[in-house]
């Protein structure tokens, strides 16, 4: 009879084949997330910039864009982006200096943008204009050094400029059927008119200031503030220029390159 010092130790088991085929199912899996992960994040990263390079030429200074939640991969592949949100700390709208943008851009599509360009559903924003940056705007002009300070008066709804200390001009911007005008409403030196060609300069370079928006949007309302003037803006459909081939030729990064 065998004794139990003679038995042979069993081999130990192999794992079931169906366990190593499940294993290698889930590693397959796992890579091809990570993969689709990596991907997203590299598209949406690379489109952001290329987006901020594109609203940058119409609103005249650097961006930043936020995206809508609807994965980049997908607006890739049908070019239909829900919303872009801009946003920006140093817009010039014509000669305008200092103006603080805040814009959102609804149905974006690319279908075209490389040929007759980008389409946009509908835009809105809201500028912050501050006395500073219109301080800034008109004595960038050939008059400017006559202009010693600005202030504005909510209650009243206008801005002042001081006059070398020895004058003031009072203007009452409003918005009106989409457009900005600005008036003339007080001008005295000393008791004496301020010369026209001042008080036109003026008044001049505030209306054109007022009346160039990007992306074809006009002003729905303007509201004096007690450190500037703010505005509400609003567009329908319109199309983003196509870059002018007779420009100077740059590399196109590879990130616009996914949108076209």
């Not at 709804?157 to 005008?181: D, M, N, W």
Request: hydrophobic share 45%; aromatic share 4%; net charge negative.
């Amino acid at each position: 009879m065998a004794t139990t010092a003679n038995a042979q130790p069993r081999p130990a088991t192999s794992p079931p084949k169906r366990n190593r085929t499940l294993l290698i199912i889930l590693a397959v899996i796992v890579a091809l997330v990570a993969a689709l992960v990596g991907a997203e994040l590299y598209v949406r990263h690379s489109v952001k910039q290329c987006m901020a390079d594109q609203f940058q030429s119409e609103l005249g200074s650097k961006v930043a864009v936020d995206l809508s939640a609807k994965p980049m991969l997908l607006q890739v592949l049908d070019k239909s982006v829900p919303y872009i949100e801009v946003t920006s700390d140093d817009s010039s709208f014509g000669p305008a200096q200092d103006m603080h943008v805040k814009a959102r851009v609804n149905d974006v599509d690319l279908t075209n943008a490389g040929t007759t360009g980008a389409t946009v559903g509908s835009s809105t924003a809201e500028v912050d204009w501050s006395t500073a940056g219109i301080l800034a705007t008109l004595q960038a002009q050939p008059f400017g050094r006559l202009i010693t300070g600005v202030t504005s008066d909510a209650t009243a709804g206008t801005l002042q400029f001081q006059i070398l200390g020895l004058a003031e001009l009072t203007v009452r911007p409003q918005a009106s059927g989409g457009a900005i005008t600005v008036e003339a409403v007080g001008a005295e030196l000393l008791g004496l008119g301020i010369p026209t060609d001042l008080v036109s300069g003026v008044v001049d370079v505030l209306t054109s200031t007022l009346q160039t928006f990007p992306l074809g949007m006009t002003a729905d309302s303007l509201t004096m503030t007690d450190t500037g003037l703010q505005m509400t803006l609003s567009g329908d459909a319109y199309t983003m220029p196509v870059a002018d081939p007779n420009a100077a030729q740059v590399d196109v990064p590879s990130s616009c390159a996914l949108l076209t």
